[in-house]
């Protein structure tokens, strides 16, 4: 399957790298390119991508706003860039619904294999770093760069306020796997390595994803990382 990417990003310099090596790929076509925000919303609406490289700092309409539209109207997955891996508009993106986040001096093999994964439902870039990431965000109770939260939900992630109720509630709902799973979500785990631990095929590993989140009410499985991480999972 070729994967459909939007680039949002206002340097004109640094989009067209973008593009370039994008569509220096096989399976990956680019098929919209946004100067800010509100342009990269209406494109998406009207595109309709499987993923859209967005970068957090843009005139009009920020990446963070611009991604909480796109991820609530459920238009395409959404990869962050940013100069700063724990710059706070990063906080703001993964708080939006952002599947992940990318440097934006990341070398061109990485960048593609970050989009496959991306598009493959994976989310989480970078162990290493994402693993940080999500350590440092879920000791911060207002690292949204934007200044609100991420939806109304019961899974709406919280900094580190008293677990809400309902998703203590939710979490009851998990079944025994599901709570392992979001454990090794916690820990920054791609599926495969999730398949790996759990002694279970990856494909599994997908479905419990798909059920918990959607128990959670989460729109990401970094958003589900952070939850794990908040609650000690």
């Known amino acids: 399957m070729t994967i459909r990417v939007l680039v949002a990003e206002d340097q004109a310099a640094v989009r067209a790298g973008l593009v370039l090596i994008l569509s220096s790929a096989p399976d990956i076509e680019v098929v919209g390119e946004a100067g800010d925000g509100e342009e990269a919303v209406h494109l998406a609406r009207e595109i309709r991508p499987d993923l859209v490289l967005m970068d957090v700092q843009m005139p009009r309409l920020d990446g963070v706003s611009a991604t909480r539209q796109v991820v609530a109207e459920r238009l395409a997955d959404v990869l962050v860039l940013t100069t700063f891996d724990l710059d706070a508009y990063v906080f703001g993106a993964l708080r939006a619904g952002a599947s992940g986040f990318l440097l934006k001096n990341t070398d061109a093999r990485d960048l593609l294999e970050a989009v496959r994964t991306v598009a493959r439902g994976e989310g989480l870039i970078a162990p290493a770093v994402t693993r940080r990431l999500i350590a440092e965000f879920a000791g911060s109770g207002d690292g949204d760069g934007s200044g609100s939260g991420a939806g109304s939900g019961p899974g709406?992630?919280?900094?580190?306020?008293?677990?809400?109720?309902?998703?203590?509630?939710?979490?009851?709902?998990?079944?025994?796997?599901?709570?392992?799973?979001?454990?090794?979500?916690?820990?920054?785990?791609?599926?495969?390595?999730?398949?790996?631990?759990?002694?279970?095929?990856?494909?599994?590993?997908?479905?419990?994803?798909?059920?918990?989140?959607?128990?959670?009410?989460?729109?990401?499985?970094v958003q589900a990382a952070v939850l794990a991480q908040e609650l000690g999972i």
């Open 156 to 221: 709406a992630v919280r900094g580190r306020s008293a677990p809400d109720p309902a998703v203590l509630e939710a979490l009851e709902a998990l079944t025994r796997r599901e709570r392992e799973v979001l454990g090794c979500l916690g820990e920054g785990l791609s599926n495969a390595e999730i398949a790996m631990r759990l002694s279970m095929a990856e494909a599994t590993v997908k479905t419990h994803v798909s059920r918990l989140l959607g128990k959670l009410e989460l729109r990401s499985r």
